[in-house]
């Protein structure tokens, strides 16, 4: 009896350990970073800084309104920091490489950044989109777009269609994070 209460315990211990994933994913790197020395991070309300112009369409206006709010993680590059920056670019690299819960929406190059943009859901009902950047002139970073039933076209046209007012109080506080 007792040889089988020992064996059914380590059984159940090797079950549990395995079972548990190690697997970093970007809501635990976005608490890590949270409040990490050398890094800018926020969560932002997107109507503390997002406006439509008043010419948008009706589906650009829901399509606002299907975004909650904004995580952004950014560490600026600094001739100190050329190691952190390169632990940090390859750990959101692992969070994106081969991970299922993320697919791919575009690649692209920005004013020498390397851009990428994950989503995830589905094509139709996306529940949040994610753009991870990176130079060796500026530094890497996250920003995470959290909503409910977001359609990435209808993200795209509505970025492309968004008044960022500069004079906006929300917007001169964050834009003051990444002035030198």
């Given at each position: 009896?007792?040889?089988t209460t020992v064996l059914s315990s380590i059984l159940l211990l090797i079950l549990f350990t395995c079972s548990c994933k190690n697997e970093k994913s970007l809501q635990s790197y976005?608490?890590?970073?949270?409040?990490?020395?050398?890094?800018y991070t926020g969560d932002l309300p997107?109507?503390?800084?997002?406006?439509a112009k008043t010419d948008v369409s009706e589906d650009i206006k829901?399509?606002?309104k299907s975004i909650k709010k904004i995580n952004i993680v950014f560490l600026p590059k600094t001739a100190d920091n050329t190691a952190d920056y390169e632990i940090e670019?390859?750990?959101?690299?692992?969070i994106f490489k081969g991970n299922e819960a993320y697919k791919?929406?575009?690649?692209?190059?920005?004013?020498?950044?390397?851009?990428n943009m994950y989503?995830?859901?589905d094509t139709e009902n996306i529940d949040e989109v994610i753009a991870f950047g990176y130079s060796k002139n500026t530094g890497v970073g996250v920003a995470r777009l959290l909503g409910k039933k977001m359609n990435p076209l209808k993200i795209i046209e509505t970025l492309s269609s968004t008044d960022f007012n500069e004079e906006n109080p929300a917007l001169k506080q964050f834009s003051k994070m990444f002035t030198k």
């Open positions: 009896m007792k040889t976005l608490v890590d970073t949270s409040g990490k020395e050398g890094f997107v109507s503390s800084i997002l406006s829901r399509s606002i670019k390859e750990k959101l690299n692992a791919s929406l575009m690649s692209m190059k920005v004013k020498g950044m390397n851009v989503y995830s859901g």
